[in-house]
């Protein structure tokens, strides 16, 4: 059973041994992926990813040009897609490196499809999870510094315009209604410049 080309995850491999890379590509196409990159190299890998943005990134870790620890830790950092690594050496300390570059998950050649799918699946849950508890920082750290840019924007008002907490409040609310600015944009204009921010 074929799946529909919108549930096709996009993958981009990256291995200098051509027989390895053909094989994976076939493999990969057997199991619903649609490869969109293929690379001998580091740097291609890196090119094709930028360029295509895949869901998945397939790198060997001995590669010419630039390894595929550091086109990982490249692609790890932009926070394009997971990557698997795949290695025939299986030191521990390049499963460490490759872990710190950013792989989501490592498999070990000769492997077969039963080995790469479920590495697969891995990898894309645990990259898809980083990027959600990622989402959730970010906003709480939004609210946060909002929360403390609200407060000291109180302070200002409160001490020049000798309003009540409250009424500060409500100045940075109405202020920020009829501006059409968000209450930390308010917030952030007091601090700066006192409560002349709303005559301008």
């Given at each position: ?7 096709r ?6 291995e200098?041994?051509v027989?390895?890379?053909?094989d ?8 619903g ?6 690379a001998g ?6 090119d094709l990813?930028e360029?295509h ?5 397939i ?7 630039l390894d ?17 690594m795949?290695?025939?050496f ?6 460490e490196r490759a ?9 070990v ?8 799918v479920?590495a697969?699946e891995?990898a894309?849950?645990?990259f ?6 990622e989402?959730?920082v970010?906003g709480?750290?939004?609210r946060?510094?909002?929360r403390?840019?609200?407060d000291?924007a109180?302070g200002v008002?409160q001490e ?14 109405k202020t ?15 601090i700066?410049?006192g ?6």
């Amino acid at each position: 059973m074929t799946q529909a080309p919108t549930s096709r995850r996009t993958v981009v491999i990256a291995e200098d041994e051509v027989l390895i890379r053909m094989d994976l590509a076939e493999m990969l196409g057997e199991e619903g992926y649609d490869v969109v990159g293929q690379a001998g190299d580091g740097q291609t890998a890196i090119d094709l990813v930028e360029t295509h943005r895949p869901d998945l990134v397939i790198l060997d870790v001995k590669m010419p040009i630039l390894d595929g620890i550091s086109a990982a830790e490249t692609i790890a950092r932009q926070r394009i897609a997971p990557v698997v690594m795949l290695t025939a050496f299986s030191q521990r300390e390049l499963v460490e490196r490759a872990r710190d570059a950013g792989a989501m998950a490592y498999l070990v050649k000769p492997f077969t499809a039963a080995d790469l799918v479920p590495a697969i699946e891995v990898a894309v849950s645990r990259f898809a999870e980083l990027a959600h508890l990622e989402a959730e920082v970010a906003g709480l750290t939004e609210r946060l510094d909002t929360r403390k840019a609200v407060d000291r924007a109180k302070g200002v008002l409160q001490e020049q315009l000798s309003l009540s907490e409250p009424e500060a409040f409500r100045w940075i609310q109405k202020t920020a209604m009829d501006l059409r600015l968000s209450m930390r944009q308010v917030a952030d204009g007091v601090i700066e410049h006192g409560p002349g921010i709303a005559g301008s």
